[in-house]
């Protein structure tokens, strides 16, 4: 029996609010809150009849730690679920701090205006320090890991999918496949066809951004010293046949759990991660990128100051209305290559999860369904005292068995192969 604030009503949200309605002794009561609460509330009116949990919405700018410490402190939540975007991530642990609230995200922080003066110091300084040039990074959450174990709450970050559950099959072939994991390879395939020419899966902004930048991976030197190499952005390519989806290219991209991994896997070598795409996806990028429609920098256009990426967002198709267009099937997992009893092992654990599936079961397409499912995992987790340690963690830092168990119950089942092709 829990309270629990969840901030954010979009494609992702949606599913793990759907997820929490379906779970009502551990979520008895929930409040839906974003800036726009005519959405809370429609989702709540669909969801009302049809659920024990008790919903009640709220809007709420959370841009603003002190607006979401005034809602806070009305609702008196348990756990906040930031399920916004990732510029939220900091004001919302600056109000959990503030009222003495256990946090949960999906995503790690970045800033909305990579402009500004002073964040820009910081990143430019974390750049030349740490080799790799994505506008994310745990450093600033890392941060707070102090404060929040002083306070005695817990934050868990990143609980969706890829952060999220990767992070959990990491943590538990660790457990009960390997004495030590020395490479890591992170493969996220869409198989999924919306039939547009071009669209994104989830917020257009945060996707487009994180495709776009340079791609990195973390290796080893022969001195046995751990570092990101960092590479053009798309540059490094590879064919892999997916279960169940077929044949597809994939890139090597830089993701956020290669810096929590690196330093949370000991004995570490080599952690990659992949994503699919189709060149029609590419093509499009690049023009859209090459006209400058990827900046976040605002121009004048007719007297009024436009974003030329919000205003490329508000073009596409809304990454929810895929839903009921997408047919086909997401593989996303980890390879391993390790050691187990002084012998050589490789591992492959994975989830597949239709789009059509998950249109019929919840109104939404595999990628808001794969996250928003680990949401409401990740929660319940942290509800039921699973996952209670004060600080600031990522996935792996927990036992991933209770959480592996939820995923299978709530709908992303794995899939184990103990002598998977590997990615050369
Ligand atoms: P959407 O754009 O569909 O939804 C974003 C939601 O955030 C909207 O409901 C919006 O509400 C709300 N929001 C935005 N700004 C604010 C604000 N200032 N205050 C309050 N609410 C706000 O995004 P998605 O659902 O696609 O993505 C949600 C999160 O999931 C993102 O952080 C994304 O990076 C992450 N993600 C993680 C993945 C993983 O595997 N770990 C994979 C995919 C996504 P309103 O419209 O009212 O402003």
């Given at each position: 029996m829990a309270r629990a604030l969840i901030i954010g009503c979009g494609a992702v949200a949606t599913v793990a609010i759907k997820k929490c309605c379906t779970c009502s002794e551990v979520f008895s009561e929930i409040c839906i809150a974003s800036r726009h609460r005519e959405n809370c509330e429609k989702l709540a009116q669909e969801l009302?009849?049809?659920?024990?949990?008790?919903?009640t919405t709220a809007a709420v700018d959370a841009d603003k730690a002190e607006n979401v410490s005034a809602l806070i402190r009305e609702y008196k939540p348990d756990l906040v679920m930031n399920i916004a975007l990732p510029y939220q991530d900091l004001a919302i642990m600056d109000a959990c701090l503030e009222c003495g609230v256990?946090?949960?995200?999906?995503?790690?922080?970045e800033p909305e205006n990579i402009d500004d003066p002073e964040w820009r110091k910081v990143y430019d300084k974390r750049c030349k320090e740490k080799g790799f040039s994505a506008y994310f990074d745990y450093s600033w959450q890392w941060a707070y890991k102090e404060k929040f174990e002083k306070a005695g709450l817990t934050a868990l970050l990143g609980s969706g999918f890829d952060p999220g559950v990767s992070?959990?099959?990491c943590a538990y072939a660790l457990k009960h496949q390997f004495d030590t994991i020395e490479e890591i390879d992170i493969l996220d395939c869409n198989g999924g066809d919306h039939g547009y020419k071009f669209a994104t899966n989830f917020n257009p902004e945060i996707n487009l951004r994180e495709v776009s930048a340079p791609g990195s991976y973390w290796d080893t030197d022969e001195n046995g010293k751990g570092h990101w190499v960092e590479i053009p952005a798309m540059s490094i390519k590879r064919e892999y046949n997916f279960?169940?989806?077929?044949?597809?290219?994939?890139?090597?991209?830089?993701?956020?759990?290669?810096e929590s991994l690196a330093q949370n896997i000991p004995g570490i070598k080599r952690i990659r991660f992949f994503m699919t795409f189709g060149q029609s996806y590419l093509d499009h990028m690049r023009c859209l990128e090459d006209v400058g429609m990827l900046s976040t920098q605002p121009i004048k256009f007719q007297g009024q100051d436009i974003v030329p990426i919000q205003f490329l967002k508000a073009l596409l198709p809304d990454p929810a209305s895929l839903g009921p267009r997408t047919v086909g099937k997401t593989n996303i997992g980890c390879i391993f290559k390790g050691k187990k009893d002084g012998k050589d092992k490789t591992y492959y654990l994975y989830n597949v999860c239709d789009h059509q599936e998950c249109y019929k079961e919840l109104g939404s397409q595999a990628i808001a369904y794969t996250t928003g499912v680990p949401a409401m995992c990740g929660a319940m987790?942290?509800?039921?005292?699973?996952w209670n340690k004060p600080g600031v963690h990522t996935v792996e830092e927990f036992d991933p068995d209770p959480f592996m168990e939820a995923l299978t119950k709530y709908g992303l089942p794995w899939n184990e192969d103990f002598n998977p092709v590997l990615v050369d």
């Amino acid at each position: 029996m829990a309270r629990a604030l969840i901030i954010g009503c979009g494609a992702v949200a949606t599913v793990a609010i759907k997820k929490c309605c379906t779970c009502s002794e551990v979520f008895s009561e929930i409040c839906i809150a974003s800036r726009h609460r005519e959405n809370c509330e429609k989702l709540a009116q669909e969801l009302r009849p049809n659920t024990k949990t008790v919903i009640t919405t709220a809007a709420v700018d959370a841009d603003k730690a002190e607006n979401v410490s005034a809602l806070i402190r009305e609702y008196k939540p348990d756990l906040v679920m930031n399920i916004a975007l990732p510029y939220q991530d900091l004001a919302i642990m600056d109000a959990c701090l503030e009222c003495g609230v256990n946090y949960m995200d999906t995503a790690n922080y970045e800033p909305e205006n990579i402009d500004d003066p002073e964040w820009r110091k910081v990143y430019d300084k974390r750049c030349k320090e740490k080799g790799f040039s994505a506008y994310f990074d745990y450093s600033w959450q890392w941060a707070y890991k102090e404060k929040f174990e002083k306070a005695g709450l817990t934050a868990l970050l990143g609980s969706g999918f890829d952060p999220g559950v990767s992070q959990a099959y990491c943590a538990y072939a660790l457990k009960h496949q390997f004495d030590t994991i020395e490479e890591i390879d992170i493969l996220d395939c869409n198989g999924g066809d919306h039939g547009y020419k071009f669209a994104t899966n989830f917020n257009p902004e945060i996707n487009l951004r994180e495709v776009s930048a340079p791609g990195s991976y973390w290796d080893t030197d022969e001195n046995g010293k751990g570092h990101w190499v960092e590479i053009p952005a798309m540059s490094i390519k590879r064919e892999y046949n997916f279960a169940q989806v077929g044949k597809k290219d994939m890139y090597l991209l830089h993701h956020e759990e290669i810096e929590s991994l690196a330093q949370n896997i000991p004995g570490i070598k080599r952690i990659r991660f992949f994503m699919t795409f189709g060149q029609s996806y590419l093509d499009h990028m690049r023009c859209l990128e090459d006209v400058g429609m990827l900046s976040t920098q605002p121009i004048k256009f007719q007297g009024q100051d436009i974003v030329p990426i919000q205003f490329l967002k508000a073009l596409l198709p809304d990454p929810a209305s895929l839903g009921p267009r997408t047919v086909g099937k997401t593989n996303i997992g980890c390879i391993f290559k390790g050691k187990k009893d002084g012998k050589d092992k490789t591992y492959y654990l994975y989830n597949v999860c239709d789009h059509q599936e998950c249109y019929k079961e919840l109104g939404s397409q595999a990628i808001a369904y794969t996250t928003g499912v680990p949401a409401m995992c990740g929660a319940m987790m942290v509800l039921t005292g699973k996952w209670n340690k004060p600080g600031v963690h990522t996935v792996e830092e927990f036992d991933p068995d209770p959480f592996m168990e939820a995923l299978t119950k709530y709908g992303l089942p794995w899939n184990e192969d103990f002598n998977p092709v590997l990615v050369d």
